[in-house]
């Protein structure tokens, strides 16, 4: 079965230092892995997305991940933290067998705590 | 557009009361998913519609939860007798759930429900 480890539970930055976020999946297949993130009192939000080609995908507001198969892992990164990026980022992976489904399966999150 | 819209935002029940979630996908989506999002467990599948027809409810506890989507413009999560540890965030998604990968299958979601069973 697939599944998603997000080894921190917390993560505490201050503003202007860079950010990584660890992401492991275990998938039979061919992944298709996304990053959201969620703010106070929020649904979640789409930060970026990886189909299988370039390893390193860009999203909004300056993350990026890259995805490694060898080491199973789609690690998010910023390299300039604002403090409006406090908030919970959560890894996930797609069974997308043919495509015909969006059925997610999450990762634990990460919370990201920015200080100044 | 609007978004994912989901009603109430927040909704307090008495232990044994029903409860009825609402969800208004984006318009042109045609698959809904709900989720429950709990401290302890983290965000949990319940179920998927796809053109309106039921696709996968493996995540529905088997007895008190019920969704439908009785038209492509709206779904509704139902819970009967509800019990304290119903109470979560339920959050509604939609997509445009077509072979292609991700750039069709991104999931879009709602702010939530959040239950609150007394």
């Known amino acids: 079965a697939q599944s998603v480890t997000q080894p921190d539970a917390r993560v505490t930055v201050s503003e202007g230092a860079s950010l990584q976020l660890r992401c492991k999946y275990s998938y039979f297949g061919t992944p298709y892995l996304f990053w959201y993130v969620q703010y106070p009192r929020q649904g979640l939000q789409l930060l970026l997305k990886y189909y299988p080609g370039d390893p390193v995908v860009q999203g909004v507001n300056g993350f990026e991940a890259e995805f490694s198969k060898s080491n199973s892992s789609f690690h998010l990164r910023k390299a300039s933290v604002h403090w409006s990026d406090w908030a919970v980022y959560f890894c996930?992976?797609?069974?997308?067998?043919?495509?015909?489904?969006?059925?997610?399966?999450f990762g634990e999150g990460t919370q990201v705590t920015v200080i100044s | 557009n609007a978004g994912v819209i989901q009603t109430p935002r927040h909704k307090v029940t008495g232990k044994g009361q029903e409860a009825t979630l609402w969800c208004e996908p984006i318009s042109g989506h045609s698959a809904v998913f709900w989720y429950r999002q709990t401290i302890v467990q983290g965000l949990e599948f319940l179920t998927y519609?796809?053109?309106?027809?039921?696709?996968?409810d493996s995540g529905m506890p088997k007895e008190r939860f019920s969704a439908q989507m009785p038209n492509q413009s709206h779904s509704t999560l139902k819970i009967q007798s509800t019990q304290p540890q119903d109470s979560a965030v339920y959050l509604c998604a939609s997509s445009l759930d077509r072979t292609g990968g991700p750039v069709q299958n991104t999931l879009y979601f709602g702010a939530g429900t959040r239950l609150s069973v007394l």
């Open positions: 996930a992976v797609s069974m997308s067998t043919g495509g015909l489904s969006g059925k997610l399966t």
């Open positions: 519609f796809r053109n309106q027809a039921p696709i996968d």
